[in-house]
């Protein structure tokens, strides 16, 4: 295939670019820093000799990635599965929109899963406000990750979006190639996931028809279940700031604390549930709507599929109970869970650094965290 260079800043590497790359890496002083923090039993002229056998992305993600973030996922999870694969059609490539609970390790864990189920990687969609050192832009789009241009002026924000829109659907339809995408920018402080509407607008931007523009990158809705977020203190922390301080906004080395802590934290079990792809769904939708109220029925589309494939663990339903002040579920979990969740609950708020620390209220924000994923499920069920 002819390759585009309308996408030169923003595509993945091609893999003949790949040497170069690696040789720059290997000469980043912070990018040697950061490999022995991962893996510091690391022989670097070792190390240094793996990585530049490596001529393809595909090999760089079958070897150095997924044996890191398997390694990653032994030391800080319980389990990690992959449900609702029978909903992928065999040869066709897929917009996965997905909820947004780790910085790295959403669409790291997805592309290990999908290579262990003997499946395509997918190309990945990162914030340029993530790459804060040069040699993390190096590496993710070694990692077939491709450029969001973020904080541009209103003047630029519908050139950069049509772009990327037009580099999205050039990925599916020209490459054949699968993409990983949150369903929001950033992640939902208060696990109550939404689609952002403006996602939706920029993914049909590469056609005249918002219609024929959504459904041209086939959206297929992930629901992504943490038993235990590591950031929850972090984000019940930045929740209390931004009440104190209305001028508060996270800075770099915040977000380098949420990535580190989203890496190495504690997650127990981890689920990740393919659901259906949305285009019957889109088909239904009455012909007189006009172009709003298009988008918000598309992004409730996605959000019921997203809402209807988490998965539950006991503190969900000890925290939904709590929220609620009553013992709805109180048949998911035992005394010994309950105890469980208060002795984490306990270190979380512990773990919280603030002058004025509002005990009562950050509890209230971390059990949120935990009670709105059921309770958006539960609504879309009609249980609520």
């Given at each position: ?10 595509r ?7 040497p170069?790359?690696i ?11 950061v ?17 530049r ?5 595909g ?13 990653l996922m ?20 897929y917009?996965?929109?997905s ?35 040069p040699?993390?832009?190096k590496?993710v ?6 450029i ?27 490459k ?14 208060d ?5 952002q ?32 977020d ?73 959000d ?18 709590r929220?609620t ?8 979990y ?14 979380k708020?512990n773990?919280?650094?603030?002058e ?6 950050l ?20 249980e609520?």
């Open positions: 295939m002819e390759k585009n260079h309308e996408f030169d800043d923003i993945p590497l091609y893999d003949e670019e790949i170069a790359v040789d720059e890496l290997l000469e980043d002083p912070e990018f040697k820093r490999v022995y923090f991962i893996l510091p039993y690391t022989d670097w002229e070792a190390f240094k000799a793996t990585m056998s490596f001529k393809t992305k090999a760089f993600q079958r070897d150095i990635v997924s044996r890191t973030v398997k390694d032994a030391k800080t999870t319980t389990s990690v599965t992959l449900g609702g694969l029978e909903n992928l059609e065999k040869g066709k490539s917009t996965f929109v909820n947004h609970r780790d910085i790295v390790l959403d669409s790291g864990i997805l592309c290990i899963l999908l290579l262990d189920a003997g499946l395509d990687t997918v190309e990945i969609a990162i914030g340029n406000n993530l790459l804060i050192n040699w993390i832009e590496f789009r070694l990692n077939k990750s491709f969001v241009r973020r904080g541009v002026s209103v003047r630029q924000m519908l050139e950069v979006s049509t772009k990327l829109s037009r580099y999205i659907h050039h990925t599916i339809k020209d054949n190639q699968s993409v990983w995408i949150a369903q929001r920018e950033g992640r939902s402080k696990s109550s996931d939404s689609t509407e403006s996602l939706l607008k920029m993914l049909s931007l590469a056609e005249n028809n918002f219609i024929t523009g959504i459904k041209d990158v086939n959206i297929l809705p992930l629901s992504i279940s943490y038993e235990y590591p950031c929850d203190y972090l984000k019940s922390r930045e929740f209390q700031l931004k009440r104190d301080v209305p001028e508060y906004k996270k800075s770099p080395l915040d977000d380098l604390i949420n990535m580190e802590t989203g890496l190495f934290g504690h997650k127990g079990r981890v689920h990740f549930q393919i659901g259906h792809p949305i285009n019957p769904e889109i088909d239904k939708l009455d012909a007189h709507l006009d172009k709003p109220e298009q988008i918000k029925a598309v992004a409730t589309i996605i019921s599929e997203i809402h209807l494939n988490y998965s539950f663990y006991p503190g969900n339903y000890i925290a939904y109970d929220m002040q009553n013992t709805r579920f109180e048949s998911k035992t005394s010994e869970d309950v105890d469980r969740f208060d002795k984490y609950l306990k270190t708020l773990a919280i650094k603030l004025e620390k509002d005990t009562p209220f509890t209230e924000k971390i059990l949120e965290m935990y009670a709105n994923p059921l309770k958006n499920h539960l609504l879309v069920v009609g609520h």
